[in-house]
């Protein structure tokens, strides 16, 4: 009996003469054969393609860049001109280069693990709770500033505030707006600085918070002290902070570095549900859309 590799030739020469049956075996013998590599290439092109987007715009990048192209420099260089040496110690130093990536990229790869653990898959908080607890935080901001009293609320996810909470004084009392406003009221002794409200059980975990400034250029009227440490403390964590200017009282949010501000309410609560409850916030606006399409059937 023939074996395989034997009829190969025989079936491209029959696909050559045009049999459609002959043909359609051949492509399947192809699928079977290669199917493997087609799906590894897709899952690596995912990959790279998410880490590239992830990255582009990290402190990190313009680091990882230049220590890349020299990289590619040397090998090639040391390749066209046979420099066995440079070649040798390139292949040496990859382990130290890969370590030397984790520390780079070091508060990027924890903010990704960080909002890997947000999921609400790890989260207990329910879909009723995440909205009543957003709808109130709303509040606060809108009441704060209608009232021209600077705030600054950093809501703790999964990354641990504790090193901040160290720096102002320690609460644990649960979320009120009478509170929050008593806090940051001029003149008392804890309205200077964040307070850190953990989400899972909106409980205050302390005031008075002294949080990393943001060193990149702003432009712009009205950026403050409050805005740029909203910008640093996201920065450095998962945090999502919530910012109440003193002098317009317009409302900022902060989040992963990047600022939004001057948001309306309606603003405000869309982006603290997307950024805290993304898949509550999804099934709701789904089940909102059906509600209102069924009623207008």
Not at 138 to 158: E, F, S
Not at 186 to 196: A, S, V
Request: a negative charge.
């Amino acid at each position: 009996m023939p074996s395989l590799s034997d009829m190969l030739p025989l079936l491209a020469q029959a696909q050559l003469q045009g049999g459609p049956e002959v043909n359609g075996v051949a492509e399947t013998n192809f699928f079977l054969r290669y199917w493997r590599d087609g799906l590894t290439i897709l899952i690596l092109w995912v990959i790279c393609y998410h880490i590239y987007t992830y990255f582009r715009a990290t402190r990190g990048a313009r680091i990882f860049t230049g220590l890349m192209g020299i990289w590619i420099a040397l090998t090639v260089i040391s390749q066209f001109l046979d420099l066995v040496i440079i070649s040798w110690l390139l292949k040496s130093f990859s382990v130290f280069l890969a370590l030397g990536l984790v520390v780079i990229f070091q508060p990027e790869l924890r903010r990704a693990l960080a909002e890997i653990g947000s999921h609400r898959f790890f989260s207990g908080l329910t879909s009723e709770g995440a909205r009543a607890v957003t709808e109130k935080m709303c509040d606060i901001a809108v009441d704060l500033g209608r009232k021209r009293i600077g705030a600054l609320i950093a809501v703790q996810r999964a990354i641990d505030l504790k090193q901040y909470l160290e720096t102002g004084v320690a609460l644990d009392c649960r979320l009120s707006p009478e509170l929050v406003i008593t806090i940051f009221h001029p003149g008392t002794p804890l309205h200077d600085g964040g307070i850190i409200l953990r989400l899972r059980d909106e409980r205050i975990l302390g005031a008075a918070c002294v949080f990393p400034l943001s060193q990149r250029e702003l432009s712009g009227k009205g950026i403050g002290l409050r805005h740029r440490a909203a910008m640093g403390i996201t920065d450095e964590s998962d945090a999502v902070a919530i910012i109440v200017s003193e002098e317009t009282g317009g409302i900022s949010l902060a989040h992963m570095g990047q600022l939004e501000r001057d948001l309306t309410r309606e603003q405000l609560a869309e982006r603290l549900h997307e950024l805290l409850f993304a898949d509550d916030f999804t099934e709701d606006e789904e089940r909102h859309e059906h509600d209102k399409a069924a009623r207008s059937a």
